[in-house]
C-alpha cells in the first residue's frame, strides 16, 4: 500500500507570496491532517479534515486555510508569506469514521518550505 | 485545552543500557496517548498508543510504554537502547475521537556506543 505522499518536497518563496501544498493520503484514510514543524516548537496542528469537512483548527492566522477533495486528497494554502512560516510542513493520514478517530496517523515525508 | 509536556530536550544513553523518555498529558476526560519516531531526515513513524486496556502497552523496535492515569504520565521505554535508536521523539495526545492530536516538542534520544 502506497504511503502518504507530499508535493513538493521543497519550495522556495519570497515574502508576500502565496503557496499551495498538497497530499494524497493512504488509500482508504478519510482524514487528513497538517501541521507545522519548526526547531523548537515540536509539530503544531493546522487543521484537520475528514470527508471534505474540517473538523479541527489549530490556532493560525487566517492566511492558513486549506481543503479537502472528495478523493480524502488535501490541499494547505499560505497565502501572504512571511519569513516566519519557513518550517517543514507535515501532511498525516488515518483511518477515521463519522463517530471520531482513534488511530495512529501516518505521516508523509513533509514539503520543506523556505521564505525569503 | 488538552495539552503534553517533554521535560527533557534531549537524553544521552549507552547503548545496551535501559531508556526512559518521559511525557505527561494533560485533557479533560480519557485520553488517547502515542509515541512516534523521526528519524533523521524521514517523516514521522507511529511507535505504540495507548486507548484504553493495559497500562502497559508493547509497540515496534521493542519500545514499551506505561500510561500512569494518577500521574497523568506516559512514558516510553527500551530495556535495551540501540545506537539506531537514536532519534526524535514525540509523545502525542488526543481527548476524543473528535479533538485535534497535540504533539509534544519532542525528546532527542542519543544513544552512545
Known amino acids: 500500500k502506497a504511503g502518504v505522499t507530499q508535493t513538493p518536497r521543497y519550495l522556495i518563496k519570497t515574502r508576500g507570496q502565496q503557496v499551495t501544498l498538497s497530499c494524497s493520503p493512504i488509500s482508504g484514510h478519510r482524514s487528513v491532517s497538517w501541521y507545522q514543524q519548526t526547531p523548537g516548537q515540536g509539530l503544531q496542528f493546522l487543521f484537520e479534515?475528514?470527508?471534505?469537512?474540517?473538523?479541527n483548527k489549530g490556532n493560525f492566522p487566517g492566511r492558513f486555510s486549506g481543503r479537502q477533495f472528495s478523493n480524502s486528497r488535501s490541499e494547505m494554502n499560505v497565502s501572504t508569506l512571511e519569513l516566519g512560516d519557513s518550517a517543514l510542513y507535515l501532511c498525516?493520514?488515518?483511518?477515521?469514521?463519522?463517530?471520531?478517530?482513534?488511530?495512529?496517523?501516518?505521516f508523509g515525508p513533509g514539503t520543506r518550505l523556505t521564505v525569503l | 485545552a488538552q495539552s503534553v509536556a517533554q521535560p527533557e530536550d534531549q537524553v544521552n544513553v549507552a547503548e545496551g543500557n535501559p531508556l526512559t523518555v518521559k511525557c505527561t498529558y494533560s485533557?479533560?476526560?480519557?485520553?488517547?496517548l502515542f509515541w512516534y519516531v523521526q528519524y533523521p531526515n524521514r517523516g514521522l513513524q507511529f511507535l505504540l498508543k495507548?486507548?484504553?486496556?493495559?497500562?502497559l502497552v508493547k509497540g515496534s523496535y521493542g519500545f514499551e510504554a506505561e500510561f500512569n492515569k494518577s500521574q497523568t504520565s506516559f512514558h516510553l521505554k527500551k530495556p535495551s537502547a540501540l545506537v539506531s535508536d537514536s532519534a526524535l521523539y514525540f509523545c502525542?495526545?488526543?481527548?476524543?475521537?473528535?479533538?485535534?492530536?497535540?504533539f509534544g516538542i519532542g525528546t532527542k534520544l542519543q544513544v552512545i556506543p
Open positions: 479534515y475528514f470527508s471534505e469537512t474540517q473538523r
Open positions: 495507548y486507548i484504553t486496556g493495559d497500562n
Open positions: 485533557v479533560s476526560g480519557n485520553p488517547y
Open positions: 498525516a493520514s488515518s483511518l477515521a469514521s463519522s463517530g471520531g478517530s482513534y488511530n495512529e496517523q501516518f
Open positions: 502525542a495526545v488526543r481527548a476524543g475521537g473528535y479533538q485535534k492530536v497535540t
